[in-house]
């Protein structure tokens, strides 16, 4: 108990619990875009590798309320983190300047957050939980949400929020758990911002190809 | 010698009569200023001539003017201690700045630090700080044997290198969160890096950043602020050593 009011109740622990949360939800993404490429292969790889998914059932069950959890603490301790370090600055200054160590990135963690919130109930309400009309596969469903230039739109936004989430993360996750070496620090970052990006790419990928490729999961 | 070089400011600076009155940035003309000034003398200039005049003086705080005391600092165009890196505002020179320029000036802001007057804010905060860990206790008794207590070069450096702090405050003016946690991991890191700050190594992380957290800094988001602000050049890989040490004690202590 003691250990876990350190962790919840001090700066310091909260941002670890941070790091920890993030590089999970972070690995999950990962996973998930690499599942995803199956959609390159067209509607019969996709419907198969959804299958296979399923056919993991009570694992996969206990692996989303897992997630679901990650997720609950990672928002709440970033609304936290974020309300408390608006009160700790009650004057702001009349010229703000960086110095050059924020990045676009850093700077809109919070909002990018919001954005990716916002996104994944969309997502959990029209792809993950949604009542699908008989005999629609998954490829299909996907198709038909993609088609539609608003959903694409939406749908670009929010991953290049949540490139823009992790081109930060990946990078300061490891700066709170304390890993630190001079001599990896510029690979780190570099690396940190080109996995974001190439996630990034290849979820935008998606809405573009459904827009502009007749044969998009067909 | 050549003839001085001189320039003309615009000066706004942020005057507030204390924490309980209003304050407003107001600004001022200032002509013929030589580039070889510091910035405080700059500012000593401005003073002589508000009194002169039958003002109040512009309150900011200074000792050494040297770059080692700690005791100056304000916020300018912006970035603590102005533009130049690694370099305190009485070390700063009027030749980094051009003739019609116009300086906003403004004091380090911070809850932790309550604003005083004009530009000088109380940074006891820190003493907070240091007084909850930030020593090391050493028994008294006949003296160490010399080279008893063998550090490595490397630990050495580092411990030099988190100890070149002059407890300004300037990364917590920089931070966008106002957290103080350059300043508390420097310290931390001089002591974690040397044997004789070990007996009290697990503590000492646990409290200081306890202090830290309740006189109201806010919380590090890695932004990286700090240390390209720090005129002592200190690096966030001695947060990275906090969050270690922070770590370690919070699952180790009972
Ligand atoms: C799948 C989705 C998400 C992933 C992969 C993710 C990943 C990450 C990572 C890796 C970090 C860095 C942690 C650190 O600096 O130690 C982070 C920080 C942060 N995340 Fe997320 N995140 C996600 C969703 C969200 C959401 C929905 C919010 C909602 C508000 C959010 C708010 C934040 C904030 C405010 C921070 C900065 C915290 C700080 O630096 O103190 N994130 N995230
Ligand atoms: S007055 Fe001492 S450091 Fe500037």
Not at chain 1, 59 to 68: A, D, H, Q, S, T
Not at chain 1, 131 to 153: C, E, N
Not at chain 1, 159 to 170: D, K
Request: hydrophobic content about 45%; some cysteine; proline content about 3%.
């Amino acid at each position: 108990m003691r250990i876990v009011r350190r962790f919840c109740g001090s700066s310091v622990g909260k941002k670890v619990i941070m790091a920890v949360t993030g590089m999970s939800l972070a690995g999950f993404v990962l996973v998930h875009v690499l599942g995803n490429t199956a959609i390159y292969f067209g509607a019969e790889s996709f419907n198969s590798y959804a299958a296979h998914l399923h056919e993991l059932d009570p694992l996969l069950k206990v692996f989303e309320v897992v997630l679901l959890l990650l997720f609950v603490v990672h928002v709440s301790f970033g609304v936290s983190l974020f309300i408390r370090n608006r009160f700790a600055r009650p004057q702001r200054y009349a010229v703000s300047q960086s110095s050059g160590g924020r990045t676009l990135g850093s700077v809109t963690m919070f909002y990018t957050g919001l954005i990716i919130l916002a996104f994944i109930a969309y997502h959990l309400w029209s792809v993950s939980f949604s009542s699908r009309p008989f005999m629609t596969s998954i490829a299909d469903l996907i198709r038909a949400h993609l088609q539609s230039p608003y959903v694409a739109g939406l749908y670009m936004v929010s991953v290049s929020a949540m490139a823009l989430h992790l081109s930060h993360g990946l990078w300061s996750l490891w700066q709170s758990l304390g890993g630190s070496h001079p001599a990896y620090d510029t690979l780190l970052r570099r690396g940190a911002l080109a996995l974001a990006v190439l996630v990034g790419c290849v979820f935008v990928s998606f809405p573009i190809l459904a827009q502009v490729w007749d044969g998009f999961l067909r | 010698m050549s003839s001085a070089i001189t320039i003309d400011l615009i000066l706004k600076i942020w005057r507030q009569q204390n924490i309980h009155a209003r304050g407003a940035l107001q600004t001022y003309t200032l002509n013929d200023i030589s580039t070889d000034m510091s910035f405080l003398e700059m500012l000593d200039v401005l003073n002589d001539q508000l009194v002169l005049a039958g003002y109040d003086p512009v309150a900011f705080d200074h000792d050494c003017r040297e770059g080692i005391c700690g005791m100056c600092g304000a916020v300018v165009n912006g970035q603590p201690h102005g533009p130049e890196t690694e370099t305190t505002l009485c070390q700063l020179h009027m030749r980094h700045f051009k003739t019609g320029d116009t300086l906003v000036i403004e004091p380090f802001r911070a809850r932790a630090f309550k604003l005083v007057k004009d530009l000088v804010v109380d940074r006891s905060a820190f003493d907070t700080i240091i007084q909850a860990g930030g020593y090391v206790s050493v028994n008294t008794g006949g003296a160490q044997d010399a080279n008893s207590l063998p550090v490595s070069q490397k630990n050495a450096e580092e411990a030099m290198d988190a100890a070149a702090c002059i407890g300004c405050g300037a990364c917590v003016a920089a931070c966008p969160n106002a957290a103080a946690m350059l300043f508390v991991s420097g310290k931390i890191s001089q002591f974690a890096l040397l044997p004789q700050g070990h007996p009290e190594r697990r503590e000492r992380a646990l409290n200081m950043v306890k202090a830290m957290d309740e006189e109201g800094f806010g919380n590090c988001t890695n932004e990286r602020e700090c240390e390209v602000s720090c005129p002592k050049g200190l690096s966030i890989r001695n947060i990275a050593r906090l969050n270690r040490e922070f770590l370690k004690a919070a699952i180790s202590l009972p």
